[in-house]
């Protein structure tokens, strides 16, 4: 009867357990919370893309205009723009990742900091397009090197960068033809007249790229180039690999890693990808002057424009073909706190289900009463050792917060032990079996 009688305190103090379990989810969600509010005020995770040679082009041409009977009553001179888009042959990657620590509040965010150096070649221009429309003429403008960040926020400095030996000056955005790429954001540099001679000698261009970046946790880097090849050593010990292609070397000690990737176009459908997107926004930008064309003031038609709009933003979605192939590396961190809080309110209901077997086989081997409400009383404080632990956890290392809470844990129960117990040695032997428990539950955490 006893036995059975202490199964509803079993069960009762399965709700302060659960609410544990919530108040973690909870403190989990605010550190996200933090963040993604660093990341809105600071940088996100950093995927690069380039460098991009692109190479502007007016097309231009006249089109007969013809009035209500169909008679040709005039020219009407057209134009549109097109663009020559040239990657790379080779990409050289060399990066240094230093991990940073930010702070929201208590939450503490992971950053790094790389700084690359980038090198290669782009090849010879195959030729300018050809015009598409009768009569078409193409007018060359300047071509620029650009390079696509998901971040601009994030680069610290001027970046630095020569194209065939002669030095760029970056400016913000990315030129048009390419805002398709993340958003828009990037960099880009109209190239020198040196470099124009050059290009327009038909000689390969050999480029250089010096750049500080800052970003939060995740870096991606598109591999363009025919061979890409990239290395990046940071003292961080525990990286996680990701993307589309793992490090073909990697050395990872207790002093940081150091990782290699090789890469080629036989293996990678990013560069057909990136064609892919910029395609489909240089149509979608078309399809959007047609709908306003179609909405002018007066037409009257701005519902059905509105459709084709929308219509033409799915088929512009559909033709992207889902995300660009990247490889990436993460500054992870394998002992996370509230993953690691989370855990033990797992095996809460085991460490209160033995502890209170305990206290029964004193009672029954003993001759001693206990009440239920007593053994309610225990239960309950070995649930404030998982709420202490949530709360010590948030200010000391993982390790100090669960022997400061174990230690009060078991320090309460000894007390309480040895009241109930009416003897100071059966309070120790209590004490210390529950100290056993946590010691074991720290060794399988």
Known sequence: AKVALLMLPMLLLCIPLGESG????????????????????????QTLTGPLLLMPFTERWTEAQRNSEGKVV????????????????????????APELRYRGIFEVLFYKLDAKLGGRFPVPAG??????????LVAGTPVLAVALSDVRGIVGMPQATLGGVALKFQPGLPQGLQGLMGGQGIHAPLPPEA????????????????????????????LAEDTQARIRSPWPHPSFGGRFLASERTVTDQGFDARWQVSSLTSDARAQLLRHVRA?????EDTQVAEAACAPHSGDCTVAAQARTA????????RGGPIDTFAVSLAQPVDVYFMRHRPAKYGALIIGLVLMGCFMVELFRQLRLHPIQYGLVG?????????????????????AYALS???????????????????????GLGGFVGVLYAALFRLL
Not at 213 to 221: A, E, F, K, S
Not at 407 to 414: D, N, T
Request: include cysteine; proline fraction near 3%; aromatic fraction near 4%.
């Open 22 to 45: 919530t108040l973690v989810s909870e403190r989990r969600n605010s550190r996200d919370e933090a963040a993604q509010e660093l990341a809105a005020s600071h940088a996100g995770a």
């Open 74 to 97: 005039g020219q009407v001179a057209m134009q549109k723009q097109r663009h020559l888009l040239l990657m790379p042959e080779q990409l050289r990657l060399e990066g240094e990742m």
């Open 128 to 137: 300018a397009p050809r015009p598409s429309e009768a009569g078409g003429q």
């Open 196 to 223: 124009l001679q050059a290009l327009q000698a038909r000689q390969p261009l050999e480029f250089g790229l010096r750049l500080q970046l800052v970003g939060q946790n995740r870096l991606d880097i598109v591999p």
């Open 281 to 285: 926004e240089a149509q979608a930008a």
């Open 312 to 319: 033409h933003i799915d088929a512009r979605n559909a033709a």
């Open 380 to 400: 309950l404080s070995i649930a404030l050792f998982f709420l202490l632990l949530v709360a010590l956890s948030e200010k000391l290392s993982f390790w100090q």
């Open 406 to 428: 174990a230690c009060a844990s078991v320090a309460l129960l000894m007390a309480y032990f040895s009241a109930v117990l009416h003897s100071v040695k059966r309070g120790l």
